[in-house]
């Protein structure tokens, strides 16, 4: 008996098989990865050359593009469409010899595992791809016999999280402080730029204070910004308001409102400016040189009396 080699690394080398039909018609596309025995499935109305590119293409956008792919003689296999994709994106496409599924021994046995979870989800009136969605996760979070390792952290470095409490949920990871430091740098930048091109101020918005909600819907040009309703502020957690008013309860971002505190100096529109007097405006603020300085209201120009001796 002829052992099929060990590949160099994770998704070099997957086998693939058609499972099926399932009792509701729906086909299954098995793929399994020799290193790391890393299991995928897809649900098929059609076994069609083009829907299975569609779904490897959907595959290889996730995991990235292998070296080789080993499958049977099927039609939706050996035909130029499928041939031509394999040619296209440089991959080694092996077809068993007929009649010997021994030769795709790997994905054979998984088919046998899937098997018989569907028989049981079948016994009990369970949907096969919720069931078999449990079961792929299960699978892949699980130590393999042969390699002694879990599928998942031979393929991705790390074992995926399940349901299943463990030690990573009690101790906090080492992350990389190098991508965590740029993270930081490029979103304070980033919210620096955006800030002074929309022109943005630090709104002090707290529990207890009354706030209107702008308008999201606007029927026509003559519609308020804001709406007449006054909310009160319950809760704040980071930019995220929960208002209520009359009995209702709402989630904003505080960016949409703006404060309208009763015999605050803050008001709907902000703060009211200082009025100066209308020769000080047209005067930048400064009293006039002489007594007998006019100023004219039409095109803010100086005309000068005279006095007589």
């Not at 002074?196 to 707290?206: D, T, W």
Request: glycine fraction near 6%; proline fraction near 5%; charge should be positive.
């Amino acid at each position: 008996m002829t052992r099929h080699r060990f590949p160099e690394g994770p998704w070099e080398c997957i086998a693939m098989d058609l499972m099926g039909p399932l009792p509701n018609k729906d086909m299954v596309l098995v793929i399994i990865d020799y290193y790391s025995r890393y299991q995928e499935i897809k649900f098929l109305k059609s076994t069609t050359s083009t829907i299975i590119i569609k779904k490897l293409t959907e595959i290889f956008a996730r995991l990235g593009i292998p070296k080789s792919i080993r499958v049977d003689n099927g039609r939706q296999f050996v035909s130029q469409e499928f041939k031509k994709f394999c040619q296209d994106h440089n991959i080694q496409l092996i077809q068993t010899p007929p009649y010997w599924p021994q030769a795709n021994g790997e994905v054979e046995n998984m088919n046998k595992s899937i098997l018989k979870r569907l028989q049981i989800c079948h016994a009990n009136n369970n949907d096969y791809q919720t069931e078999l969605q449990k079961f792929t996760l299960m699978y892949n979070v699980t130590p393999h016999g042969t390699t002694g390792k879990t599928p998942s952290e031979l393929l991705f470095g790390r074992n995926i999280r399940d349901k299943i409490p463990s030690i990573r949920d009690l101790i906090e990871e080492e992350r990389d402080e190098e991508a965590a430091d740029n993270d930081i740098l490029h979103k304070h930048q980033g919210k620096e730029r955006e800030d002074r091109a929309r022109g943005a101020k630090k709104a002090n918005i707290n529990i207890g204070d009354r706030v209107v909600v702008q308008n999201l819907i606007v029927p026509h040009k003559l519609t308020s910004r804001f709406g007449k309703t006054e909310y009160e502020v319950m809760e704040r957690i980071g930019n995220e308001l929960t208002l209520s008013a009359e009995g209702k309860t709402i989630r904003r971002h505080y960016s949409s409102k703006e404060i309208t505190r009763k015999g605050a100096e803050r008001t709907r529109k902000g703060a009211e400016r200082p009025k100066r007097s209308w020769a000080g405006r047209h005067n930048n603020g400064r009293a006039p040189k002489d007594e007998g300085s006019k100023y004219s209201r039409i095109g803010q120009t100086k005309t000068t009396t005279n006095s007589t001796s």
